[in-house]
């Protein structure tokens, strides 16, 4: 761990993790044909069984985002260490300023807030910094603040509702960045990729993605398939899932369908 700008003489702040690889863009790119229910079925076809973060949900429905992992994550505050009671001008020097400077191109942050209901993570200020340096999306799991601001930004965004409190007007201060975070009951690690839509959103582990885009990409594409019978009159049992005959059928066709050029 390192440590930067020490907030408090009783624990260094704010934590900063080791440097990390993000998700390649090719692997971006072919996932993002990939809904957050397969990617959260299939791999649970592969003994990761904890995929789906329990709570947040769009905050604009038709959101969609598939990003690599950045992560902040705020802890419980303690007066003696940090508090943001005082006021807010303060977290300038913490890792949630911090974090906001590490921003690339097609990141999604995943932030741990332990469900709060009371802390606004980010509002119109944070949200605006991090679309122009080149955010892709922003999952937490708590809140966020000027709601109405941050909808006109247009950056997809789950949450568990919003909140008039800024980030350490209460319960939570931003703690470390680049670090583990768990975010609805998920373990998030900086580099994983993030699958995000209308039914949440999905932690993809880093060294799962190429298995899960091979195995999805078959997955996607038969359903297509399916769906195509069944709005012909076919009978859901022997469409979904595909049958011995049905999967055969559905080869035929796919090997029938022409090929895009590759990008």
């Not at 959101?63 to 303690?78: D, K, Y």
């Amino acid at each position: 761990m390192d440590t930067e700008n020490p907030l408090s003489t009783v624990w260094p702040l704010p934590v900063r993790g080791e440097p990390f690889r993000r998700a390649d863009a090719e692997s971006l790119r072919r996932m993002d044909a990939i809904s957050a229910a397969t990617a959260c079925a299939k791999l649970h076809t592969m003994g990761i069984t904890r995929t789906a973060v329990q709570g947040p949900t769009a905050l604009e429905a038709g959101s969609r985002v598939v990003g690599s992992a950045l992560t902040l994550q705020f802890m419980p505050q303690r007066e003696d260490i940090a508090s943001g009671h005082g006021q807010e001008y303060i977290e300038r020097d913490t890792a949630l300023w911090a974090v906001l400077e590490t921003v690339q191109p097609g990141d999604v942050l995943v932030v741990q807030a332990w469900g709060s209901a009371f802390t606004g993570c980010f509002g119109d200020m944070l949200v605006r910094y991090f679309k122009r340096r080149g955010g892709a999306g922003i999952v937490v799991d708590g809140r966020i603040r000027d709601a109405a601001r941050v909808r006109r930004l247009g950056v997809p965004i789950w949450c568990t509702g919003t909140t008039p409190h800024y980030a350490s007007q209460t319960d939570l201060f931003p703690w470390a960045y680049d670090v583990p975070v768990s975010a609805g009951g998920v373990l998030c690690l900086p580099g994983d990729v993030v699958v995000a839509d209308d039914d949440g959103a999905v932690i993809v582990p880093a060294a799962k993605a190429p298995e899960l885009i091979q195995d999805a990409e078959d997955h996607e594409d038969w359903e297509s398939f399916s769906r195509m019978r069944l709005e012909q009159g076919a009978r859901l049992s022997d469409y979904y899932p595909l049958s011995a005959n049905s999967r055969a059928e559905y080869e035929l066709w796919r090997d029938s369908q022409p090929k895009l050029p590759a990008q």
